[in-house]
């Protein structure tokens, strides 16, 4: 597999990853949206894991904005104001949403791009291919379009995902 995959680096599969995820989310959204769900139950799980992907990076980024804030507003060191640090921490976390964390300049962006892709494996495409494979087996709604492709879409940034994890795993995180 290594030989097959090795000439493929990781950076340019970045931004593949970048338009597969917006393809991938919009389609887990319309596939919420668009069915009936077994219970629901399962639809709020489903609803569930799709923000928590969204909302929950925004929760761990604006509790350490807050405690950055404090620490450096309690120091001497007024080097950036507020607005910048809000700007930086959006920027940021719009980069950690859409995978396109390579493209900012910070000094450990390698680990964050895995670190995203992780928050995105276990907090929505897993979920996601459970739910949508349970409701669409149960309501045998395999052969209706959008679901084949909602579920096709999940299963190939799962794949894709677990990739790069693996490359950057196997080569010691060197893009």
């Given at each position: ?30 596939y919420y949206l668009s069915r009936d769900f077994v219970s629901v139950g ?67 962006n390698k680990a964050i791009h895995r670190t995203s892709l992780l928050v ?56």
């Amino acid at each position: 597999m290594g030989k097959t995959y090795g000439r493929y680096s990781v950076r340019s599969l970045s931004y593949i990853i970048f338009y597969l995820n917006l393809w991938d989310i919009v389609t887990d959204i319309t596939y919420y949206l668009s069915r009936d769900f077994v219970s629901v139950g399962l639809g709020r799980v489903c609803l569930l894991s799709l923000l928590l992907n969204s909302l929950g990076i925004l929760v761990i980024l604006v509790v350490g904005f807050a405690v950055n804030c404090l620490v450096r507003y309690q120091s001497d060191d007024h080097r950036t104001t507020l607005c910048e640090d809000f700007m930086e921490m959006t920027q940021f976390w719009h980069a950690l949403y859409f995978k396109t964390v390579l493209e900012l300049p910070q000094v450990n962006n390698k680990a964050i791009h895995r670190t995203s892709l992780l928050v995105h494996l276990v907090l929505e495409a897993i979920p996601q291919l459970i739910i949508q494979g349970i409701n669409n087996y149960r309501l045998d709604q395999w052969l209706y379009p959008l679901s084949l492709l909602s579920y096709s879409s999940s299963i190939t940034m799962f794949l894709v995902a677990a990739f790069t994890l693996y490359q950057t795993d196997k080569y010691g995180g060197y893009y």
